[in-house]
């Protein structure tokens, strides 16, 4: 096909033909879709090591025995927010890894550790995450090092709504979410790839390609006919033969 050597006649992008030129090969998009969503599933049962969290919900009470007034709830959301740094304070943790004979860093527990306040309560989630087994007593653990820490600030001793359970549902990765992110990665860079090579190319493809860019009527097409020319090649060989 020939080339259209005037760049000035048309710069604009042709939408439906870019849509066109992507169903057309839609085959390549679905190939590339199972590619990506059969490396993210290997990805995601070989590479990936499954985490556990177990987490335990204490009421602190301060020093007030109940909550009277919006100031009262006010102060004792600040005492949560103190405890939430008491709890994961280099002391308590030390302590903690000295009770449970851990090979591990004061940086390596309190990276697994998250503390969450509810908005508007005196309520701590402390949730650790790692092995199912190994969460669940750095969980209890922590909580009752941060409990007898609280009692000694306040004198009042936090009361525990939930304890740690051991989950045996990992909370990570997550593989209906891994697996969906790699066919869709899949599907668009196959599909940027086809609009891509269909931008780039810039050969006459049709009699309608031929009137835009050459302002030339077309009187008459021919269409190609593969079997007519191998035969005509197969005739003409045969003849060379000879």
Do not use: H
């Not at 090591?49 to 987490?55: F, G, N």
């Amino acid at each position: 096909m020939s080339k259209v050597k005037d760049n000035t006649v048309d710069d604009e992008i042709d939408i439906m033909g870019l849509l066109q030129a992507i169903l057309y090969r839609w085959w390549i998009v679905l190939i590339a879709a199972i590619t990506g969503f059969a490396i993210a599933l290997a990805t995601t049962v070989f590479l990936i090591t499954p985490k556990y969290s177990a987490t335990s919900m204490i009421y602190m009470r301060g020093s007030g025995n109940t909550i009277a007034s919006l100031a009262d709830l006010q102060i004792g959301s600040e005492l949560t927010n103190d405890y939430q740094i008491i709890f994961t304070s280099r002391t308590l943790l030390t302590k903690t890894i000295k009770e449970l004979n851990l090979d591990m860093s004061y940086g390596q527990l309190k990276s697994m550790i998250s503390i969450s306040n509810p908005s508007d309560t005196r309520i701590l989630q402390v949730t650790v995450t790692c092995d199912p087994d190994l969460a669940c007593s750095l969980t209890n653990s922590i909580v009752t090092n941060g409990m007898q820490a609280a009692e000694e600030i306040d004198s009042k001793e936090p009361y525990v709504i939930d304890r740690a359970i051991v989950q045996n549902s990992p909370v990570s990765p997550n593989l209906t979410k891994n697996v969906a992110i790699g066919a869709l990665v899949g599907a668009l860079l196959s599909a940027i790839f086809i609009a891509v090579r269909y931008m780039l190319n810039d050969s006459l493809q049709s009699t309608a390609d031929i009137e835009k860019y050459l302002e030339l009527p077309v009187l008459c097409s021919i269409p190609e006919n593969k079997n007519c020319v191998y035969e005509l090649e197969t005739r003409t060989s045969k003849k060379k033969r000879r």
